[in-house]
Nanobody
Framework: QVQLVESGGGLVQAGGSLKLSCVAS?????MAWFRQAPGEERDFVAA????????YYADSVKGRYTISRDNAKNAWYLQMNSLEPEDTAVYSC??????????????????????WGQGTQVTVSS
């Protein structure tokens, strides 16, 4: 069982920045971030292959968020800039152990992933 541990959440003012980290107990081929606001469904945020050659972003975060990875540490990150109150949510990292087929549609589906972190709260005040 692969374990994922997130860190880096917190409270920040609108316009500020935060960087989330996720460390896995084993290497995965595909890593992602999702978020869930109170009363809402879990939404896709960003994803990246272990090689870093493919990334996907939700339209709502394009140009503000950047996903990256460090394979030596089995880690991936989410740099969040220009944060807005609407970004407030619990952010969770997810990992796909092995990729047979890859597409943006698949990457955006929570059910496609094999492992999940416990989540970290991000709160953006206005």
């Amino acid at each position: 069982q692969v374990q994922l541990v997130e860190s880096g959440g917190g409270l920040v003012q609108a316009g500020g920045s935060l960087k989330l980290s996720c460390v896995a107990s084993e290497r995965a081929q595909f890593m992602a971030w999702f978020r869930q606001a109170p009363g809402e469904e879990r939404d896709f945020v960003a994803a990246i292959t272990s090689s870093g050659d493919t990334t996907y972003y939700a339209d709502s975060v394009k140009g503000r968020y950047t996903i990256s990875r460090d394979n030596a540490k089995n880690a991936w990150y989410l740099q969040m800039n220009s944060l807005e109150p609407e970004d407030t949510a619990v952010y969770s990292c997810a990992a796909k152990h092995e990729i047979i087929v890859l597409s943006e549609v698949l990457a955006m589906r929570p059910g496609w992933y094999d492992y999940w972190g416990q989540g970290t709260q991000v709160t953006v005040s206005s």
